[in-house]
C-alpha cells in the first residue's frame, strides 16, 4: 500500500508554469508506474504523463513538448514540470500509481489558468 499526497498547484495566467510534486509515503523503487492525471469539470479523467521505474516517458498529446515529468527514488517523489500552461490546462491533477496490479490515487491539486 502508498499514500500519495500532491503539492503545487494554484492560479497561473496563461503561458506561466507550475511545478506539482507528488509524495509518496514509502520508496517508490518497485512501483512500476507512476503517473499525473487530470480532470476538468464535466470531463473523465485523462492521463496526463507517466514514468516507469526504468524510466520510460508517456505523455498526452495534448501537453507533449509543454510539460516534463520526472521521479526522484531517492526522495519517494515525483513532479510535473509544467510550462507555457494553457486555460485548457485547468483541472484537478492527481497523482497516481501502479503496483502490483493495484491502483492508488491522491486526493489531488486544483490547478488553474486564466486567460
Known amino acids: 500500500q502508498v499514500q500519495l499526497v500532491e503539492s503545487g498547484g494554484g492560479l497561473v495566467q496563461a503561458g506561466g508554469t507550475l511545478r506539482l510534486s507528488c509524495a509518496a509515503s514509502?520508496?517508490?523503487?518497485?512501483?512500476?508506474?507512476m503517473g499525473w492525471y487530470r480532470e476538468a469539470p464535466g470531463k473523465q479523467r485523462e492521463m496526463v504523463a507517466i514514468?516507469?521505474?526504468?524510466?520510460?516517458?508517456n505523455y498526452a498529446d495534448s501537453v507533449q513538448g509543454r510539460f516534463t515529468i520526472s521521479r526522484d527514488n531517492a526522495k519517494n517523489t515525483v513532479d510535473l514540470q509544467m510550462n507555457s500552461l494553457k486555460p485548457e490546462d485547468t483541472a484537478v491533477y492527481y497523482c497516481?500509481?501502479?503496483?502490483?496490479?493495484?491502483?492508488?490515487w491522491g486526493r489531488g491539486t486544483q490547478v488553474t489558468v486564466s486567460s
Open positions: 497516481h500509481a501502479l503496483t502490483w496490479n493495484l491502483n492508488y
Open positions: 514509502r520508496s517508490i523503487d518497485s512501483i512500476k508506474t
Open positions: 514514468i516507469t521505474n526504468g524510466g520510460s516517458t
